[in-house]
């Protein structure tokens, strides 16, 4: 059974540094073709892909906020972490982090973690 | 960025009722397309990939179909546990875009 689970503070400051965990179980990173993603979700809004991150540490950001982020994998602890510098109100959000699968060359977020609520508030 | 656009935002409908959630891309994404469920406080669940795949342990009531820029996904036949917000998404080419949303509202 795989699952993925989001750690971190639920509320940050403005101007302050994001930083997220991701810990998964039932499969691993070093496998060829998996990958992790992050994705958000203001409250009643739509979701918003982040980053991802691959096997062999191919990494891949979303152009709006690329400059904001990291994402990096600790292998040995089945972990990913994501850090989003210079938080501001707007980035409150439900953050997401999913298996990015494969199967025949396609690719899809299966399965999610819980999310984490991250409120941005001074 | 590829858009991805959903219609309707929103819909309501009764049980036993079919349904169908279109979503265009504003290129051709071929059949790189997921469909995503999700109910009120809880994450995501993928339902289809690759435009037309179930994914295991999804109902057979689901289906997808489409390619190019124009996909469909359509329940057949509408069960409470079906009321939810859907999301299409797009697995082509990086940043992996979301719709907007189509809420499923029970009338």
């Known amino acids: 059974q795989i699952t993925l689970k989001e750690s971190g503070p639920t509320l940050v400051k403005p101007t302050q540094t994001l930083t997220l965990t991701c810990t998964f179980s039932?499969?691993?990173?070093?496998?060829?073709?998996?990958?992790v993603g992050w994705i958000r979700q203001p409250p009643g809004k739509a979701l918003e892909w982040l980053a991802r991150i691959y096997w062999d540490d191919d990494k891949r950001y979303s152009p709006s906020l690329k400059s904001r982020l990291t994402i990096t994998k600790d292998t040995s602890k089945n972990q990913v972490v994501l850090t989003m510098t210079n938080m501001a109100p707007v980035d409150t959000a439900t953050y997401y982090c999913?298996?990015?699968?494969?199967?025949?060359?396609?690719?899809?977020?299966?399965?999610w973690g819980q999310g984490i609520l991250v409120t941005v508030s001074s | 960025d590829i858009q991805m656009t959903q219609s309707p935002s929103s819909l309501t409908a009764s049980v036993g009722d079919r349904v169908t959630i279109t979503c265009r891309a504003s290129q051709t994404i071929t059949n790189y397309l997921n469909w995503y469920q999700q109910k009120p406080g809880t994450a995501p669940k993928l339902l289809i990939f690759a435009a037309s795949t179930l994914q295991s342990g999804v109902p057979s009531r689901f289906s997808g179909s489409g390619s190019g820029t124009d996909f469909t996904l359509t329940i057949s036949s509408l069960q409470h546990e079906d009321f939810a917000t859907y999301y299409c998404q797009q697995s082509y080419n990086t940043p992996y875009t979301f719709g907007q949303g189509t809420k499923l509202e029970i009338e």
């Open positions: 999913a298996r990015w699968g494969f199967k025949l060359g396609y690719n899809w977020f299966d399965p």
């Open positions: 039932g499969f691993s990173l070093s496998s060829d073709g998996v990958g």
